[in-house]
């Protein structure tokens, strides 16, 4: 019955809205749902958890810093799927043609720009001139600088196992039992930028769980930890980036992360994936980046450079940090040696075996990406080395004995580009050389892999892509890509196109399609077919599966959007039936429909209904159906400084398999998609005020009832009650 209300309440503000809606200017309203939809397309792709911190950062420094359409800077909109490569060359071409943009209405003119894509880049984007030629003086930059401090408080309100009581006698038997720190979450961050040429800044945090300076342990269990003991910011990044100075296109000390070609051979960071499904696959490498969140992985530390003139650049890196890591000692006949038997990337150093890993080893990495580019064609060529202060060395298993193990990986690959009029080519073709890792030798029998005795081996791994976009019409195109990922393909530092987050042992084929059948009418379809070359951590043999996704969306008016959108993927997995073969693998499908509308009531009221249903079945018999159903009422009151968002949902999902990914209005530079199963209800309330026009506040508190359950979590983040309750503060000054 509270469904059916739900739905009745849901149904009566939408036509309600249409009833009210008139035509206003554009806002940002279109950038934000981009940002929305592209963040639960990450979360439903990636098979790990994803820091999403990046591209957020990427969309507020472009919506505070908007980029001068007369200036190559654009090609950033590319990156950041804002605009297809075909809609960046017909702009080029217009201003080839007609010459600098005079009028941002101008944009209206050039081929390829509808509604939808103005609606999206007009927030961040102006006219202006090329500030090239400036002489960058002291005077200037301390004038006209930008300065910004972002102070954050995070905490889950109800105590959590971690954190109850213990005795350090207790603690001692079971050192990994409670957490060492406070349930805060601390981050503190500052940045500079003048006129996007001239970047600084640093970053401060502390992690719930973690110590900081108020918190304190035992002598015995510091002397446990000895060196590892640490206490205060978790972690300290800084960055200092110049670009466009002369032949210094673009230079870099401290924090960075680096993206050439296709992702295959060298991404560092966040890559899109099928998030950027349809037409805009291809990726644009956007070279140096500085770095300026606080997540601990996929970055590097060092410095970096480009140089240019001409068609040709050329870039050199350097990155030295220390990493996260299991180090373990094997027995030899000489003596003890040290090995690693597993990196860690989730940045939580909480316990005493997560401090005990915490900066383990170093690893170093040099390299380097020569380019050569005219007006339709770019190819380069990129190849870089790591080195681990101490040799990995996995627990043999079936699936990971391709995976790297050693010292030293090298890493080589070609990619290229050509566009040019209705056509779009792109690939990568890239190498991996791994300098004699030890590896266990294979023992006759199906069941057993390694006899115990380890090998020095030389492996060399292949990978490629390659991909064709065609735009028939204005209203139409389609992509092709192909992808063949070796099993002996190792990187650590690749993040191409594919299914899930690694590039080894994987070929398939990807068919795209986005069409704009009707006026504010557009169709998004993709089917992926694909197979792994090698057993994974859940399949104990070569297995396949497929993706279908179709989204149909359509805007009522530049007020009302609403979109409809089907997704359906088949993958395989070992069966948990005993009187199954354990090598053979079954097939499992997770349906889901989802239905989307945005709209406004009046001028101040903005409202959006979301209504999505899963189905998970599997082989063994599996049938399992979930459900989420939300209403997000934000009231921004023009020319005031206060807006409030709030949200009420109701979710019903038997398990895990039937998850419901949700974005949810977050503080600035936060971001929020829980995976929502079991049964209960959801609420939070978002307020912002702006003060002294220098200073914003934000607050948010959300709380998850669940009605099926008493527990909530396991292991340290136990909940004893039946609700959780997050709080989440932030502000941020403006100089």
Known sequence: MKQLVFIILSLTFTLFAKAQITIDTLSTEALNQ???????????????????????????FFSENPVNLNSEET???????????????????????YGDFLFLEELEMVEGFDERTLAIIKPIIYIGQEHNKDKITLNKMARYGKHQLVGRYEQILERQQGYMPIDDSALLVKPNSRYLGSPQKLQFKYTYNYR??????????????????????????QKLLGNQYHRGFDFTGFHLYAK?????????????????????????????????????????????????????????????????????SGTVFYSNRLVDANVSMADTLESEAEFVSSLQETG????????????????????????????????????????LSVPLELKPSHYNQFYFQGQKLTNQGIDFKYVKGKYAVFGEMAMSYNHGAKVPEPVEGPTSIQSGVSTSSTTLGFAGLVGLTVKPAGYLNFTILYRDYGKAYQNLMSNAFGEGSRNQGQRGIYLGVEAAPAPYWNILAYVDQFQYTWL???????????????????????RTQAYLQFRSKTKMKNSTDAFVFSHYPIFYTKNAVRFNINYQIGWDLHCSNKAEYAHYRNDDGSNEHGYFLCQDIAYKPEGKPYSLAFRYAIFDAQDYNTRIYAYENDVLYSFSVPALYGKGMRVYLLGKVKLFNALTLYARIGRTIYSDREEIGSGLTLIQGNHKTDLKVEAIWKL
Do not use: C
């Open 244 to 312: 466009d100075l002369g032949i210094v296109k673009a230079a870099v000390l401290g924090d960075y992360q680096l993206a050439f070609g296709q992702g295959l051979t060298l991404w560092s960071g966040m890559s899109f994936g099928k998030a950027g499904a349809g037409s805009s696959v291809m990726k644009q490498g956007r070279g140096i980046t500085p770095k300026g969140s606080a997540s601990e992985y996929a970055f590097m530390r060092g410095t970096a450079v480009t140089l240019g003139a001409g068609p040709f």
């Open 348 to 387: 939580y150093h909480r316990t005493i075996g997560e401090l005990q890993d915490r900066h383990a080893i170093r690893q170093q990495v040099v390299g380097g990406h020569l380019a050569f580019a005219i007006a339709h064609f770019e190819v380069g060529y990129t190849a870089h080395h790591t080195w």
């Open 536 to 558: 994974t951590s859940q399949v104990n043999a070569p297995s396949r599966g497929h993706d279908y996704y179709l989204r149909i969306s359509h805007s009522f008016n530049r």
């Open 34 to 60: 981009l940002l929305i939809e592209q963040v639960e397309r990450l979360a439903e792709d990636s098979d790990d958890d994803i820091d999403y911190e990046d591209l957020l950062e990427n969309y507020i």
């Open 75 to 97: 090609i950033r909109l590319v990156e950041l799927r804002l605009l297809s490569v075909f809609q960046f060359e017909e702009l080029q071409q217009y201003r080839r043609y």
């Open 196 to 221: 996007n040429k001239i970047r600084a800044g640093f970053v401060l945090e502390k992690d719930a769980g973690e110590m900081f300076y108020t918190d304190k342990v035992s002598d015995t269990l």
